[in-house]
RNA sequence: GAGGGUGUAGCUCAGCAGGUAGAGCAACGGCCUUUUAAGCCGUUGGUCGUGGGUUCGAGUCCCACCGCCCUCACCA
């Protein structure tokens, strides 16, 4: 078990027995793998063929992923985050190069301009293909002599981190190549990383150790480049719409917003007791209270609830409110934050939903078996999931491909479609239709919940809830799974709505909408209630039908605060973890989640 | 909380109806200057999740426990 650490740690000696750091230092003036390769294509460079032009040189550092030694000719697959890189390293060439220090060189990354929707990687960020002089920095990363960088290309293990300079060329078979003049390594992987075809795919593995995950397999790093792409685009949006980014307290003194039990802890200097936040939403009504009349938060909430594929004990919930706007409003922001990161972030308005995306990847697999078996290794582009030599540097591809519908998948019909507007369905009349009984017949409605009851479909016991609620949980049990593309339910039975404003017409339904999508919450929605006096009244009702397990206190500096009068407003929350599932076809809320929270291992 | 599934080498997986634990990758030694999951020759590596039990004999059968996954329930 140890041996092949141990023999990674002899490594280690033998690398620094050269007199070189294999824990390196700064190494400027590198150029991503995707950029190199853009670079490369417009060269023109033959097979067989190594440019010469001061265009073609790069420095460039990855992990180590691929090699073959082929004696004293060495191929190494290199990967960053941008893609892979496949580097030649001859001996004969090597040898030849002398001790250069780092960032002395001109080389051709520094041609090369970030894009305006670059990907991490995609181009040079600040700071790199920037040039310094030896000078600048003392602490640079240095290339040993040719002799010692030939021996430490000799040691090498999959998973080492190296920097390398040398000039672009394509071998025989046409594969664009950096010919290395000048190696180092840059941090020593002592671990054997995971095997190098299929990666890492225990999932337990994967979400406990979730860099292993991310180092070993690329689409795992796609998922969550994509989920920062999601939030800066919906950052974008709301910029564009005025809104301001704050935050509010998680270390809660009452907590509030929502009904769900709370984490609790302690402050010791204060001595009191403090509960980690369910909801900002309180805070934010404060801040439109003093006039700021646009906010958003991407909160972090902590809800001590059952953990499932779709619930985390933490998860990061949107949320937004606007000044002198309604629950009209929020429908929109949402299709506008929703529908938008599916056709910018992921290209399509149309999202392969998971049985689908289960579906290919079971034909994809045999695909790959079959292939392994016929031709194998006969065709370096048939990677898996572009993680062959044409890695694609744009992470969105896969989901692209899902809009042309021409690739034999699945009838494309299947997919959702969040082409808005998207409709708006009352929720009494989605009762009816998909319960089959009035929402008005308390009586059917108790009795088919106390039916469903005895039959452990529901855990609800009907004979100790309210109407409403009792109602609520047909709709969860009916309707909701049916929700399949984004759909508005508007106008919530009132009772489940403590927060929001009264329908005007008819008191007995709220200015509330949630928003649905296969089958799943996505968004909550109100016009927020204003009246101090109505919510006092409310938040009392809503105390008072907690159950024991609930400590909720009334809020009381927060009655206050609408005493000094809050502007009506729209308010919308977005589940983010839930968000990036639907639109990377992520099954589990734990393939959205960097982290997930996993059992301590005994 | 209930039910189902799962746990074998660092990784990916085989292991038949109980009869001394296997492969590929990785690793170690050797050969190779155009490889593409490189190849060839040789070698190492496992308290089969943990603890009990049945049996002449348990990775395999039984029980308990632990982790993980799924379904249901709980849960705006």
């Known amino acids: 078990m140890s041996d092949q650490i141990q023999d990674r740690k002899n490594k280690l000696d033998a690398v620094r027995a050269l007199g070189v750091d294999p824990y390196g230092a700064r190494f400027p003036g590198l150029t991503h793998n995707a950029a190199i390769r853009a670079a490369g294509e417009k060269l023109a460079i033959e097979p067989g063929q190594i440019n010469e032009s001061p265009q073609a040189r790069f420095r460039a550092a990855g992990r180590l992923h691929l090699a073959r030694d082929t004696g004293k000719l060495i191929f190494l697959t290199l990967r960053d985050w941008s893609g892979e890189l496949q580097w030649a390293l001859s001996k004969k060439a090597i040898e030849e190069a002398s001790e250069r220090r780092s960032g002395a060189v001109t080389t051709g990354g520094a041609d090369v301009p970030p894009g305006p929707t670059a990907l991490p990687g995609e181009a040079a960020l600040p700071g790199e293909g920037a040039l310094t002089g030896p000078t600048a920095f003392p602490g640079e990363a240095v290339f040993p002599p040719g002799a010692i960088a030939w021996q430490i290309a000799k040691t090498l293990d999959l998973g080492d981190i190296v920097a390398a300079e040398g000039r672009l060329g394509r071998t025989k078979t046409g594969e664009l190549t950096l010919w290395v003049s000048h190696l180092t390594m840059l941090s020593k992987c002592l671990r054997p990383p995971p095997e190098k075809w299929h990666g890492l795919s225990d999932v337990e593995l994967r979400y406990r150790k979730r860099y292993v995950d991310l180092l070993a397999n690329p689409e795992s790093q796609r998922q969550f480049i994509l989920r920062a792409k999601i939030i800066d685009y919906i950052r974008g949006v709301l910029h564009a719409r005025g809104f301001i980014e704050v935050e509010t307290p998680v270390l809660q003194p009452i907590y509030g917003g929502a009904a769900a039990r709370p984490f609790t802890t302690h402050h010791n200097t204060l001595d009191m007791e403090l509960y980690l936040r369910i909801s900002p939403e309180l805070y934010l009504k404060r801040c439109l209270v003093g006039g700021l009349e646009r906010v958003y938060e991407f909160a972090r909430c902590f809800r001590n609830e059952g953990i499932?594929?779709?619930?985390?004990?933490?998860?990061?919930?949107?949320?937004?409110?606007?000044?002198?706007?309604?629950?009209?409003?929020?429908?929109?922001?949402?299709?506008?934050?929703?529908?938008?990161?599916?056709?910018?972030?992921?290209?399509?308005?149309?999202?392969?939903?998971?049985?689908?995306?289960?579906?290919?990847?079971?034909?994809?697999?045999?695909?790959?078996?079959?292939?392994?078996?016929?031709?194998?290794?006969?065709?370096?582009?048939?990677?898996?999931?572009?993680?062959?030599?044409?890695?694609?540097?744009?992470?969105?591809?896969?989901?692209?491909?899902?809009?042309?519908?021409?690739?034999?998948?699945?009838?494309?019909?299947?997919?959702?479609?969040?082409?808005?507007?998207?409709?708006?369905?009352?929720?009494?009349?989605?009762?009816?239709?998909?319960?089959?009984?009035?929402?008005?017949?308390?009586?059917?409605?108790?009795?088919?919940?106390?039916?469903?009851?005895?039959?452990?479909?529901?855990?609800?016991?009907?004979?100790?809830?309210?109407?409403?609620?009792?109602?609520?949980?047909?709709?969860?049990?009916?309707?909701?799974?049916?929700?399949?593309?984004?759909?508005?339910?508007?106008?919530?039975?009132?009772?489940?709505?403590?927060?929001?404003?009264?329908?005007?017409?008819?008191?007995?339904?709220?200015?509330?909408?949630?928003?649905?999508?296969?089958?799943?919450?996505?968004?909550?929605?109100?016009?927020?209630?204003?009246?101090?006096?109505?919510?006092?009244?409310?938040?009392?009702?809503?105390?008072?039908?907690?159950?024991?397990?609930?400590?909720?206190?009334?809020?009381?500096?927060?009655?206050?605060?609408?005493?000094?009068?809050?502007p009506p407003a729209g308010g919308l929350g977005i589940g983010i973890d839930r968000l990036c599932m639907l639109l990377t076809g992520s099954p589990s809320i734990r393939d959205a989640l960097l982290f997930p929270l996993q059992r301590a291992p005994g």
Not at 497 to 519: I, M, W
């Open 308 to 566: 499932s594929p779709r619930h985390n004990p933490e998860f990061t919930m949107l949320e937004l409110y606007q000044a002198y706007g309604d629950y009209h409003d929020m429908m929109e922001i949402s299709e506008a934050i929703i529908a938008g990161a599916a056709r910018e972030v992921i290209g399509s308005y149309r999202i392969a939903t998971k049985r689908e995306r289960a579906t290919e990847r079971r034909s994809d697999g045999a695909t790959e078996g079959s292939d392994s078996t016929r031709n194998r290794g006969s065709d370096p582009s048939r990677g898996r999931e572009g993680a062959g030599s044409s890695a694609h540097p744009d992470p969105s591809a896969d989901a692209r491909d899902s809009d042309d519908g021409s690739r034999g998948r699945s009838d494309a019909s299947d997919a959702l479609d969040f082409t808005p507007p998207w409709p708006r369905r009352r929720y009494a009349e989605l009762f009816g239709e998909h319960v089959g009984l009035s929402i008005d017949d308390t009586a059917a409605v108790r009795a088919r919940a106390a039916e469903l009851h005895r039959r452990k479909q529901i855990g609800l016991d009907p004979s100790k809830a309210d109407d409403a609620v009792v109602i609520g949980a047909l709709f969860e049990h009916y309707v909701e799974p049916k929700l399949i593309n984004p759909t508005f339910v508007i106008d919530y039975p009132a009772p489940l709505c403590p927060l929001t404003k009264r329908h005007p017409t008819d008191a007995r339904f709220a200015l509330r909408f949630e928003c649905f999508v296969n089958g799943m919450e996505m968004g909550n929605a109100y016009s927020e209630l204003n009246d101090p006096a109505v919510q006092r009244e409310t938040l009392a009702a809503q105390l008072r039908g907690e159950g024991d397990e609930t400590m909720a206190v009334m809020d009381e500096d927060f009655c206050e605060a609408l005493e000094y009068a809050m």
